[in-house]
């Protein structure tokens, strides 16, 4: 048996005005045949097919594939030269039995809002209709008609905070495999809700999304059904084909339309269960200040999460705790991209007294830069790997950095956006979040599961920005009406 395997992954933000580029790939990951082997020991989807692949003695093609941190609307240029280069090498790898994919499933790109479903046309159209194809998509992929029409199946991940890639990778191989061998022969079926929830709820760790993972599972455990994903959607993607979705992936497809419907409808039921509790940076220093215990509150600036395609440059929080007089009563690690910020405390060196402007260096929209006195205290290359909570081995890359000392204020400053929900940010320029009072992360929800060690104490800010839970004060032209959460008790159709 011989595969061909690879992938291309990206979120996209439509409400982000930095576009993403080609560099975004480069500053992560983007290799090319025998170099994607070196995935075998992240744990990510790559490495979930190498690893099953070995297990089973099946010959694997390694393509292209490239990874990239969450950004704005994808330059037109950069992804017909991702396609191309994905097309091209598994064109090349020859005859081959299968093919295996890794998408994200919500990357737009300018002219092209289904890339996924364009990505996956393209690969149909290069090794025809005899040859299956298995796709795994992140669980907030938006699933469209075209990606379940040219897939011969599709596997979402089960959790989120997601840290079940590289098992999502083995699931979605092996799957593959018995195909190729006869051993199944599956049908696809997508379901979608016209609705849109705040991700800072969609974990599956408890409420409404775990309710929903756990109905999903029992099909499965009985064998009824061959792979059932839920999709809750990344919902910062002003787009007409939109919605939360159920696939099932199975040999019955009359079944596999039922069972589909019945999820749908359950996830419809539940719709206002998704609400967030969100909190002002005042609230949330008066309850840090108050608490007797020794964890350190993590808050959660989710309105510039650089996981969900912000720019990560807002200074909405440090100018707040600033107005408070907050870096006189409390440890707090902040951080903020701003290139030109970091150049200017490199170039004064460590141990200086600097005096510069901070904050909103790339999208000025939702608010300006303002004038911090602070010392230089770090200087780093922003390198360090994810832990367990994420792509476990995966490497990130800030750029430069540095670290400015504002009284009790302790703020990272970097030139790149990383994915920032991981303690090891911190810590790769020795700042260490357990030894804090208060702890800034960039994310909606999977730092979660990098910092359950560390803190219980998690909330989510009230805070500006294109990514915020705050989904009804976005500026959505596109999405086909009525749509919750913009519209509410209406009746609608399955869209099939």
């Not at 011989?2 to 480069?26: D, K, W």
């Not at 090319?32 to 979930?48: A, K, L, S």
């Not at 809002?113 to 046309?121: Q, S």
């Not at 499965?220 to 990344?234: I, P, R």
Request: contains cysteine.
């Amino acid at each position: 048996m011989r595969i061909v395997a690879g992938g291309i992954i990206q979120e996209s933000n439509t409400f982000s005005l930095y576009p993403s580029s080609i560099e975004y790939f480069h500053n992560l990951v983007y290799l090319f045949g025998d170099e994607i082997r070196q995935m075998e020991t992240v744990r990510n989807e790559i490495g979930g097919c190498l690893t099953a692949s070995k297990e089973q003695g099946v010959e694997v093609v390694p393509a292209f594939y490239a990874q990239a941190i969450s950004g704005g609307t994808l330059k037109r240029e950069a992804f017909e030269t991702l396609k191309h280069n994905l097309v091209l090498h598994i064109t090349n790898a020859g005859p081959v039995d299968g093919v295996f994919l890794a998408f994200h499933g919500a990357m737009v790109a300018e002219g092209c809002d289904d890339t996924e479903g364009d990505l996956l046309r393209a690969v149909r159209q290069a090794i025809g209709h005899d040859i299956p194809i298995v796709t795994t998509l992140d669980s907030h992929s938006n699933v469209t008609r075209l990606m379940a029409e040219q897939a011969n199946a599709i596997i979402g991940y089960k959790t989120f905070p997601h840290i079940d890639h590289f098992e999502t990778g083995v699931r979605a191989a092996k799957l593959l495999f018995s195909m190729i061998r006869k051993e199944v022969r599956p049908v696809t079926v997508l379901r979608k809700v016209p609705m849109m929830l705040p991700a800072e709820n969609h974990q599956t760790t408890d409420g409404p999304m775990r309710e929903l993972i756990e109905e999903a599972a029992v099909a499965e455990e009985s064998g009824k059904s061959l792979v059932t994903s839920l999709f809750q959607l990344q919902p910062w993607l002003d787009i007409e084909e939109m919605g939360f979705a159920v696939v099932v992936v199975a040999e019955d497809e009359a079944w596999a339309i039922q069972e589909a419907e019945r999820l749908a409808m359950l996830a419809w039921e539940k719709r206002h269960r998704f609400d967030v509790r969100l909190y002002t940076v005042e609230e949330i220093v008066e309850l840090t200040e108050k608490r007797a215990s020794s964890e350190p509150v993590i808050m959660s600036d989710s309105a510039d999460s650089t996981g969900a395609g912000s720019p990560g440059d807002s200074n909405f929080v440090l100018k707040r705790m600033l107005e408070l007089g907050a870096q006189e009563r409390v440890r707090t690690l902040l951080h903020v991209v701003d290139a030109s910020a970091v150049e200017q405390a490199v170039q004064a060196g460590i141990g200086a007294e600097v005096r510069l402007p901070i904050g909103y260096s790339l999208d000025s929209r939702y608010g300006a830069p303002i004038v911090i006195e602070g010392v230089v205290a770090k200087i780093g290359d922003g390198r360090f790997a994810f832990g367990d909570g994420f792509q476990a081995n995966l490497q990130a890359n800030m750029g430069r950095v540095v670290v400015l000392q504002i009284g009790l204020i302790s703020l990272l400053v970097m030139e790149r956006q990383v994915f920032t929900g991981d303690p090891a940010m911190y810590r790769c320029v020795g700042l260490e979040p357990k030894d804090a009072e208060l702890v800034l992360v960039k994310s909606a929800t999977q730092f979660r599961s990098c910092y359950r060690d560390i803190s219980s104490t998690m909330l989510i800010m009230d805070t500006p920005g294109s990514s915020t839970a705050n989904l009804r004060s976005l500026p959505f032209e596109r999405i086909a009406r009525p749509f919750y959460p913009f519209d509410d008790h209406f009746e609608w159709s399955f869209a099939k």
